[in-house]
């Protein structure tokens, strides 16, 4: 199981590939298989069956899992990609941090 820097809700951006430069809100993450799902992102169409609860079948647009490497988290403060790392803070809580501006993710995620 791999380690994954990103979590659900954060806003990342793609670094390359077919979607490269886009940004959007991370909606799952798969440590196991170190994919992510991202809103906008790597959309595919599926051949739905109707069933009991969706009664329409057909062609279903939806968002489809990427590495986890291939995406980059957007600091809330700086706004920029920027790699993040892991720091304790006096009380023994681990946070995450930009390495570009210095910030706590953490403590500017509770602000907003």
Do not use: W
Not at 17 to 42: F, I
Not at 88 to 109: H, I, P, Q
């Amino acid at each position: 199981m791999a380690k994954v820097h990103v979590k659900v809700n954060d806003n990342v951006f793609v670094l390359n590939g077919k979607d490269a430069g886009k940004t959007g809100k991370v909606l799952k993450v798969d440590p196991k298989n170190n994919r992510v799902v991202v809103e906008g992102v790597n959309i595919i169409t599926k051949h739905q069956k109707p069933d009991m609860r969706l009664n329409t079948g057909g062609l279903v647009k939806k968002e489809a899992a990427i590495n986890a490497s291939k995406v980059m988290l957007v600091c809330p403060k700086c706004k920029k990609p920027s790699k993040t790392g892991y720091r304790f803070l006096d009380n023994g809580d681990k946070v995450r941090y930009c390495k570009s501006c210095n910030a706590d993710l953490e403590t500017v995620r509770k602000a907003k």
